[in-house]
């Protein structure tokens, strides 16, 4: 085994039965062949799973619902001290991750991947992740994800894989782990069986362009606030009704874009 192949670790599995031979706990679990499997390309593994492993995501990566893998980065570094970065060509400040580096993980990471998953880099430059990047992911078959460090990553690598560069907003965060966790949050909740009640989906913030409409539940009345009526008065279609209009004026007051491409669509 080369001294640049990382040791496998992968989180996730359906149950735990007894047996006679010994098993590691951290082992690709066979069962696990079809779920959605999520991997990435990061310098701190010990961040994962973080927020996955906790609450309906936590509970569907127990599960078997979905498996997720960290490539550690360090691991392909040049050297005595494992380099995964150097200086930007032309000068400037900060670092930049190498391309030879980045493309052995990348490497090792489909070795392991489903076919047809996609490659993503975070990155505050890139295309903005949205509820349908999200819906369209969940119908891969995975994902493998690159978490950014320092300045970036090497132009080349990025051309040469044909790296899908996705931004989960309008700001620079040190480094790619808590977008990679955002994201995954986003699509694992939209996958079969995550949930459990599919409706849910079906009505939350921009799962049809709108944001979501006010929510309450009791006491019916709390610090002289009551309830709408509507929402007490067992009339589904006034209730509904009534949600569509909040979701719209609400949309049109918060997000004017938002409001704008779902008036386009209905036109």
Known sequence: ???????????????????????????????LARAFRAQIITLFPEAFPGTLGLSLTGKALKEGKWQLNTVPLRTFGEGKHRNVDDTPAGGGAGMVLRPDVMAAAIATARASQHAGAPLIYLSPRGRPFTQRMARDLATRPGVTMICGRFEGLDQRVIDQFDIAEVSIGDYVLTGGELAAQVMLDAVVRLLPGVLGNADSTEEESFSDGLLEHPQYTRPAEWQGRPIPPVLLSGNHGAVADWRRAQSEALTKARRPDLWQAYKDRKD
């Open 1 to 31: 085994m080369s001294d640049k192949t990382p040791p496998s670790r992968s989180h996730g599995r359906k149950t735990i039965r007894p047996t006679l031979q010994p098993r590691d706990l951290m082992e690709q679990d066979p069962e």
